[in-house]
């Protein structure tokens, strides 16, 4: 009975809070006068650094790839104004970056984010609000969501906040007049991030805090897991931080171009090519090696053996990264790379068998070629 009453007045208060009216004319504006301001939003900085990995986190990462998505941003549009939640390694508290954009009056809010989960987890994802269909996707909601923790007073200020079921879905009702636009900024994002070969886990809902707040089309992206060592030396790469920008900052000139109704060309960021090319030249040695080298032995692990050839999504993977190699007539997939490295392999064939993959087992490449262990562990030796 009570909690049905403390339902009521939680959904009274939201509903009161932002009149769908309001939303609407909001909408109706952006649609007649297009896109005047943007608010990006690198997420955590200062002392929450968010998530990481062995080598970097996620503040940094996001920083740096939101600084650029402004860059190109103003660039190309000089008349929309570009706000920063932050531009600089500095703690902003959650809900103040919703506030920004909503005093600001912004078009369009985007978020930009780092992932973390198990080790074998990888790809990019792009989120509105909404109910959760997953485990995970609330696993991702909450992590994000507890950099309030970092913030004063956050007991007090989140007292009569609660990211129920009920408050979530009465939010997005709310908003729901810029829901459709969000997915499709999101969509957008995601199809951009497959243009360049980064893995779509899709266009996702779960309950973000800073989402439920903006009241405008909204969107958080998770640009990568920093938990999964190459997609962390992926994003950790500043010539990878620029095309993860270039490509945001794609998808934003055809969510422009289809919000003011009027084609565009969609083009590289303002100096992309070059600032590519001189990254490269200046560190070439920091470049990271995905390919196999010559005379090199490799490990990595085997999950899976089909007599049909599988697709890499395949839901058998359970979202790791495989590669597939033939060897008598049997498709064969697996995991990880390791250099000369057969012990690394090893505590990672664990891994493996730890989330599902019973049967893992390391395996020997010289030259593209199988051989046997016993053979590729004698030559990484030497
Ligand atoms: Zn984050």
Redesign the pocket.
Known sequence: MWSKIYKTIVLFTLLWSVHPMFAQENLDDVLSNGIKTVVIDP??GGKDP??HGGITN?KTV?LAIGLKLGEYIKSKYPHIKVIYTRDSDKFIELDHRAKIANENHADVFISI??NAAGSAAYGTETYVLGLHRTESQQQVAE??NSTILFEDNSEEKYKDFELTPDAIIARQLQLSVFLNQSINLASKIQAQFRAIDRRDRGVKQAGFLVLYKTTMPSVLIETGFLTNSSEEKFLHNPVNQIKMANVIFKAFQEYVAEIEGVNTLVENGAGFEASIKEIKESDEEEQIVFKEEKDNVYFKIQVETSRVPLSVNHKRFNNIAVKEYKQDGLYKYTAGLFENDFDAANAYKQEMQNIGFKHAFVVGFVNGQRIPIAEAIKLAKK
């Open positions: 997420g955590h968010g998530c996620e996001v984010h780092a992590r994000e």
